[in-house]
């Protein structure tokens, strides 16, 4: 078997290749630490024997330097972090991931051990795919990347179908696969690929009572969030701040102000000048703009912000470039904007931006995890926890509200695999993000009820030993976390909403709320330091106590000293983009240029005429995603062209998210030159 790996960003600062026998390892850098020729990449051990390219960022770097000079009289031969990979698994051999913090993805060969090694970052923040072509393994930072050394994609339609894409290793395209976080891919002496896991999230036993005071874990939290933020400050090029009107950005940029303010310097010397801030803005009436809020932010502050205003037409303008970017669809509009917003940052001349991702995930943000807090008490923390009576018509309350956002059915779609990940309602919930797709029907199963369902996708993603410790030992919404984090932070928020957009523009994005120190550390906190009840008075008649919840608890009180009030106070809005638009507006007539029947049928897995709408998940019906009976009687019986129409002329958000998503498809066959997908009676043909 021969190796081929490209570690690229789109925008190449320098291209270099290194050819070793059958392995070749290619590298477009982008240079943030060491600017100089000794920083360039493929990066090579003393003896020329171990080789490798490197995508991120590695941080602690001054410790981990002297260490492996100290212990291993290594000869560095620059400044770049990148080197720190050599350095370490000289000392530590494979085990010198371990070894490792920061975000990263990358290839190392060791040329007289014959081993080759193909390694992601814990959370995923670094794409990294893999394939097998005549005997070759091709490994990329991007799928696109696999095209210039021969591979040919064709449509993974049972991916599609089932939604695993959304979940797990698969991804769109037949027999590419992503590397997992926390995992690495072993060839030895030419062979077989292995991949073996290197890390994993862990929660407390939640039969343990919690020892530790609230101020102490609260101060925890503190002091590692500021270490993280600390670390992601260094870089030989200009480093700002991505702010939103949350508590997540906010907090980044209050901290990155409050270590400026005690000599912590941020970027080179006299590059970065002042602190700056960059967010972007929607329609003010559209409810979903919180540039007004992030404006507020940063003048408390006294640092400069820049606003990229993303109006209809800058959507449209858009879509096509951001969908290629993401390599997959998404049922949200939003993965545009962050891919503008990193236009802006490059055109202000920063390389470098720290972001709030992965907080949510970490800290229990988002409404979908409350039912599953609420399933059992927290015995580990002596906190005044709710009486069973309240606890009990609580969790019903959260239960039923969720069940009609989402339209979610009373039965579980698979029982086995809902008991498996701890009767937790939070993958069902997830499986509902993408809107089911008219599929042809001969790609659908003869029997739904045995077909595996998404919540199967989610069961086959996690390992034996943590579903058993999902079922018995972990409280809900610590399965919840586990779950989300597992699954849809990288394959969906990390990649459309992350890397793929910065790294579009030349632009590194650095997650401080990621840094497994810090996560670690907030994994072990109870439940009740994640989502706080707050009991009221009776309410109104005295049929009982009014009960509020207050998400990512811990983290504001954490982060209290360097955010507004209004921040510390402000509840969860998740980043979306609007999802109504003018009919004949621009994204309107976007939609019926790119949707056509002749585009559609293109796909091959795809009806024209919706006969039935399934995909993409548990085979959900089309509709009320907020509620109300949107969707539902609208889709069977029409084209694709009419639910354009119907999209925009009646504001159906449901249908609008089918829309840009099939539209999406279109786009990414197109631009991959996508072979159509022959369909016969029995399934794929060809």
Not at 74 to 97: H, K, N
């Given at each position: 078997?021969?190796?081929?790996?490209?570690?690229?960003?789109?925008?190449?600062?320098?291209?270099?290749?290194?050819?070793?026998?059958?392995?070749?390892?290619?590298?477009?850098?982008?240079?943030?630490?060491?600017?100089?020729?000794?920083?360039?990449?493929?990066?090579?051990?003393?003896?020329?024997?171990?080789?490798?390219?490197?995508?991120?960022?590695?941080?602690?770097?001054?410790?981990?330097?002297?260490?492996?000079?100290?212990?291993?009289?290594?000869?560095?031969?620059?400044?770049?972090?990148?080197?720190?990979?050599?350095?370490?698994?000289?000392?530590?051999?494979?085990?010198?991931?371990?070894?490792?913090?920061?975000?990263?993805?990358?290839?190392?060969?060791?040329?007289?051990?014959?081993?080759?090694?193909?390694?992601?970052?814990?959370?995923?923040?670094?794409?990294?795919?893999?394939?097998?072509?005549?005997?070759?393994?091709?490994?990329?930072?991007?799928?696109?990347?696999?095209?210039?050394?021969?591979?040919?994609?064709?449509?993974?339609?049972?991916?599609?179908?089932?939604?695993?894409?959304?979940?797990?290793?698969?991804?769109?395209?037949?027999?590419?696969?992503?590397?997992?976080?926390?995992?690495?891919?072993?060839?030895?002496?030419f062979g077989p690929v292995q991949e073996q896991q290197y890390w994993d999230m862990e929660f407390p036993n939640k039969m343990i009572r919690e020892i530790r005071s609230e101020t102490e874990m609260i101060e925890g939290v503190r002091s590692r969030l500021l270490d993280a933020i600390r670390l992601r400050l260094r870089a030989d090029v200009k480093v700002g701040i991505a702010?939103?009107?949350?508590?997540?950005?906010?907090?980044?940029?209050?901290?990155?102000?409050?270590?400026?303010?005690?000599?912590?310097?941020?970027?080179?010397?006299?590059?970065?000048?002042?602190?700056?801030?960059?967010?972007?803005?929607?329609?003010?009436?559209?409810?979903?703009?919180?540039?007004?809020?992030?404006?507020?932010?940063?003048?408390?502050?006294?640092?400069?912000?820049?606003?990229?205003?993303?109006?209809?037409?800058?959507?449209?303008?858009?879509?096509?470039?951001?969908?290629?970017?993401?390599?997959?669809?998404?049922?949200?509009?939003?993965?545009?904007?962050?891919?503008?917003?990193?236009?802006?940052?490059?055109?202000?001349?920063?390389?470098?931006?720290?972001?709030?991702?992965?907080?949510?995930?970490?800290?229990?943000?988002?409404?979908?995890?409350?039912?599953?807090?609420?399933?059992?008490?927290?015995?580990?923390?002596?906190?005044?926890?709710?009486?069973?009576?309240?606890?009990?018509?609580?969790?019903?309350?959260?239960?039923?509200?969720?069940?009609?956002?989402?339209?979610?059915?009373?039965?579980?779609?698979?029982?086995?695999?809902?008991?498996?990940?701890?009767?937790?309602?939070?993958?069902?919930?997830?499986?509902?993000?993408?809107?089911?797709?008219?599929?042809?029907?001969?790609?659908?199963?003869?029997?739904?009820?045995?077909?595996?369902?998404?919540?199967?996708?989610?069961?086959?993603?996690?390992?034996?030993?943590?579903?058993?410790?999902?079922?018995?030992?972990?409280?809900?919404?610590?399965?919840?976390?586990?779950?989300?984090?597992?699954?849809?932070?990288?394959?969906?928020?990390?990649?459309?909403?992350?890397?793929?957009?910065?790294?579009?523009?030349?632009?590194?994005?650095?997650?401080?709320?990621?840094?497994?120190?810090?996560?670690?550390?907030?994994?072990?906190?109870?439940?009740?330091?994640?989502?706080?009840?707050?009991?009221?008075?009776?309410?109104?008649?005295?049929?009982?106590?009014?009960?509020?919840?207050?998400?990512?608890?811990?983290?504001?009180?954490?982060?209290?000293?360097?955010?507004?009030?209004?921040?510390?106070?402000?509840?969860?809005?998740?980043?979306?983009?609007?999802?109504?638009?003018?009919?004949?507006?621009?994204?309107?007539?976007?939609?019926?240029?790119?949707?056509?029947?002749?585009?559609?049928?293109?796909?091959g897995f795809l009806l024209w005429k919706c006969e039935s709408v399934n995909g993409g998940g548990d085979g959900k019906e089309l509709g009320r995603g907020d509620g109300r009976e949107e969707g539902v009687g609208v889709v069977e019986g029409r084209t694709l062209g009419e639910l354009v129409d119907i999209a925009f002329t009646e504001g159906d958000k449901e249908v609008f998210k089918l829309v840009i998503c099939v539209a999406q498809w279109v786009v990414l066959g197109k631009r991959f030159g996508v072979r159509k997908t022959v369909v016969g009676e029995k399934g794929v043909v060809a």
């Open positions: 078997m021969r190796w081929s790996s490209t570690i690229n960003a789109v925008v190449t600062e320098t291209t270099d290749l290194a050819d070793i026998l059958n392995t070749a390892l290619g590298h477009n850098r982008l240079s943030i630490n060491d600017l100089t020729p000794a920083g360039h990449q493929p990066l090579h051990n003393e003896k020329q024997t171990v080789h490798a390219v490197v995508n991120g960022e590695i941080y602690d770097y001054d410790r981990l330097r002297t260490e492996m000079v100290e212990k291993e009289d290594y000869q560095f031969q620059g400044r770049s972090d990148c080197e720190l990979v050599l350095a370490l698994y000289q000392c530590y051999g494979t085990a010198f991931v371990s070894h490792l913090r920061g975000e990263f993805a990358l290839c190392l060969y060791d040329a007289e051990r014959e081993l080759f090694l193909a390694v992601r970052d814990r959370y995923g923040i670094k794409p990294l795919f893999w394939t097998v072509l005549d005997r070759e393994l091709l490994v990329a930072a991007e799928m696109k990347a696999l095209r210039p050394l021969g591979w040919e994609p064709e449509w993974n339609v049972k991916a599609i179908v089932d939604g695993s894409f959304q979940i797990g290793q698969t991804t769109i395209f037949k027999d590419v696969q992503k590397v997992q976080p926390g995992h690495m891919l072993i060839s030895r002496h702010l939103s009107g949350g508590i997540d950005s906010s907090a980044v940029a209050g901290m990155v102000n409050h270590l400026l303010r005690q000599g912590e310097k941020i970027g080179g010397d006299a590059i970065t000048e002042r602190l700056s801030c960059f967010g972007i803005a929607f329609d003010e009436d559209s409810g979903f703009d919180e540039s007004a809020t992030a404006n507020r932010t940063a003048k408390y502050l006294g640092v400069k912000f820049h606003k990229k205003y993303m109006d209809e037409q800058a959507l449209a303008d858009y879509f096509d470039d951001a969908t290629w970017v993401c390599e997959q669809p998404n049922p949200d509009l939003n993965f545009i904007g962050l891919y503008a917003l990193s236009d802006l940052v490059r055109e202000q001349g920063f390389r470098v931006i720290l972001n709030g991702q992965g907080s949510d995930e970490i800290f229990a943000g988002y409404n979908i995890f409350l039912a599953d807090y609420l399933r059992e008490p927290d015995t580990a923390f002596p906190v005044p926890n709710l009486p069973p009576n309240i606890l009990a018509a609580e969790a019903k309350k959260a239960h039923a509200a969720l069940r009609t956002q989402f339209s979610i059915p009373s039965a579980p779609a698979s029982p086995l695999a809902y008991r498996l990940l701890g009767s937790t309602l939070a993958p069902t919930l997830m499986t509902r993000a993408f809107p089911s797709l008219p599929i042809h029907p001969s790609l659908l199963p003869p029997h739904p009820t045995k077909h595996p369902t998404a919540q199967n996708a989610y069961v086959e993603a996690i390992s034996p030993p943590i579903l058993y410790q999902m079922s018995s030992q972990w409280q809900p919404l610590h399965t919840a976390l586990y779950t989300f984090t597992k699954t849809h932070l990288d394959n969906l928020i990390l990649s459309n909403l992350g890397d793929r957009g910065e790294m579009a523009h030349s632009i590194e994005g650095r997650t401080p709320f990621l840094d497994h120190h810090l996560t670690q550390y907030v994994n072990g906190l109870p439940p009740s330091m994640k989502i706080r009840a707050m009991v009221g008075e009776s309410t109104e008649g005295g049929m009982g106590e009014e009960v509020q919840y207050v998400e990512k608890y811990v983290l504001r009180e954490a982060v209290r000293p360097f955010v507004t009030n209004e921040i510390y106070a402000k509840r969860k809005h998740p980043y979306s983009a609007p999802l109504r638009y003018p009919v004949n507006g621009p994204l309107h007539r976007l939609m019926k240029r790119v949707v056509t029947r002749e585009n559609v049928e293109g796909l």
